[in-house]
């Protein structure tokens, strides 16, 4: 059963990871940027009202905020997603039980498939992200 949305509301931080450098260089980001991405802090606001859900996440970067990225989705319907570094890419967000899983059929305009499954335990969050063949799983802990 689906948790309710604003339960992702919070701060998170980098907490651990597992194969995530293999898999930031499979989705294409620059190998100067993988540091950042462990460093980061993470303001979710999450909110849904007549199955609307919105979803808008602050990074904070050595106690800087670097512009909210807001994005608006409903279960099962496609979008153009705001991957916050100027790009689009469509996905679509369904529920696997109580995790909530975005799927980006073409990540890389060339047929690569990501996924990524966020569940909630308690004060953490595991996210599971495969593109291709790649596979790594995060824990973000609240703040």
Known sequence: MPVAVATFSG????????????????????????QFASETVFSIECREEGGVITWATTPEYLGAKHGTVTNVFRIGQE????TG??????????WDGD???????????????????????GD????????????????YLRC
């Open 11 to 34: 701060k998170w931080k980098y907490g651990s990871g597992d194969n995530h450098e293999a898999f930031m260089s499979a989705i294409g980001v620059p190998k100067e940027l993988h």
């Open 124 to 139: 953490s969050t595991t996210t599971v992200m495969t593109a291709g063949d790649v596979t790594c799983t995060v824990v």
């Open 79 to 82: 979008i153009e997603e705001d």
């Open 85 to 94: 570094d100027g790009k689009k890419k469509k996905c679509v967000y369904t």
């Open 99 to 121: 995790k909530l899983v975005s799927t980006y059929p073409d990540w890389d305009g060339k047929g690569l498939k990501v996924t990524m499954s966020r569940a909630l335990e």
